[in-house]
């Protein structure tokens, strides 16, 4: 395994690992856990991507029965059920999330239930722009197939198609593999991502779009990103900055670009930027301050629907903005490409990697 920041916590996934903080290992499996012996993982890449699931509480195979999927680790024997064709690997010891509330079709992020207010939603202009989110997934797709003849890629938050992903979808030389922690057609495994329940080295490539500022840990997501890619594999983040609530009490995080690179540091920098400039920030923010004074939800909506309508195309001008290192003070998100490493940043280059106005 590869060692990755983290402190000692007793509660598990809590924010950790500051600048300045000591640099511990990942902690390996216990004797017992041990002896059950795992597969090999220096090949997890090859044949099926189903022989890379592990149990995500001692990291041993797994294995499909008639109605579940069971941990081949003797002392453990986890079973873990079956929603919509696909396995539920959490461990319920650190999760927020049960296995219960997968079987019982509960929608714990994003709900698949269209009201007839969200249809009328879908009609109208929104506030959003990501204008290099086709061009990033590109230079992703590229970077990977540079490397690679065939790969195979994590998506992290698949229930909900990110940005310029349909290139991958449809390209025969790459797997995707889909998984979250909400209930959906596109989802493949329910898991938390804290917790992956695969092998070490068994992907290519790692997407993880818009879901960092949702989890409780993300430098704990992040160092389970590193473990599982193979050697050289490559990984692809986008992450907000200045941007309100969403999704409700699943929201914790926001990142600088600094910030952002060093989430990131043990990963070799092969492109960053801006993917939502500052006009989207500006115009989230004055959509939520104009909804602080709404308190029905009515109100809400026709506050919500009138702004959209009224300063949409404002959201315009960060297709000349995002090109601007000021605008990287004032941005809504940024986006990074990175080859694994076991070379961590300094915190030293970090510092001069500084880009914006002051």
Request: net charge negative; glycine share 6%; with cysteine.
């Amino acid at each position: 395994m590869s060692t990755l920041e983290s402190v000692p916590s007793t509660q598990p996934w809590l924010p950790v690992a500051l600048p300045g903080q000591a640099e511990l290992s990942v902690p390996l499996p216990s004797a017992a856990d041990a002896a059950s012996p795992a597969a090999p993982t220096a090949n997890a890449t090859q044949g099926p991507w189903r022989d890379s699931l592990r149990c995500p509480k001692c990291h041993q195979p797994v294995r499909p029965a008639s109605d579940s999927f069971i941990c081949q680790n003797q002392t453990c024997g986890q079973q873990y059920p079956i929603s919509r064709g696909g396995p539920v690997l959490i461990n319920e010891d650190k999760s927020v999330f049960t296995l219960a509330e997968f079987l019982d079709n509960q929608q714990n992020v994003f709900s698949e239930t269209r009201s007839w207010r969200s249809r009328i939603s879908g009609l109208l202009p929104d506030l959003d722009l990501n204008p290099v989110g086709d061009a990033y997934m590109q230079k992703f797709k590229q970077q990977l197939l540079s490397r690679f003849d065939h790969a195979r890629i994590l998506v992290v938050g698949g229930s909900i198609e990110g940005a310029g992903l349909a290139c991958l979808a449809n390209d025969p030389r790459i797997e995707l593999v889909e998984t979250d922690v909400t209930l959906s057609d596109k989802t493949q495994v329910i898991c938390d991502a804290h917790d992956l329940p695969f092998a070490d080295a068994a992907f290519h490539g790692v997407i993880v779009q818009a879901v960092l500022e949702h989890v409780l840990d993300p430098w704990r997501v992040v160092s389970e990103l590193h473990r599982v890619l193979c050697p050289d594999g490559i990984v692809l983040a986008d992450t907000p900055f200045i941007a309100q609530v969403h999704c409700r009490q699943y929201d914790f995080h926001r990142f600088t670009r600094l910030g952002h690179r060093r989430l990131f540091r043990h990963f070799q920098e092969l492109d960053s930027g801006i993917s939502g400039g500052p006009a989207v920030a500006t115009l989230w923010t004055l959509r939520y301050f104009a909804l602080s004074f709404c308190r029905r939800n009515w109100s809400r909506a026709a506050a919500s629907l009138t702004l959209r309508c009224l300063l949409f195309p404002l959201k315009y001008l960060d297709l000349w903005l995002i090109h601007h290192a000021p605008s990287n003070d004032a941005a809504m998100a940024f986006y990074f490409i990175g080859a694994k490493s076991e070379s961590p940043l300094s915190d030293q280059d970090l510092l001069s990697q500084y880009q914006g106005g002051f």
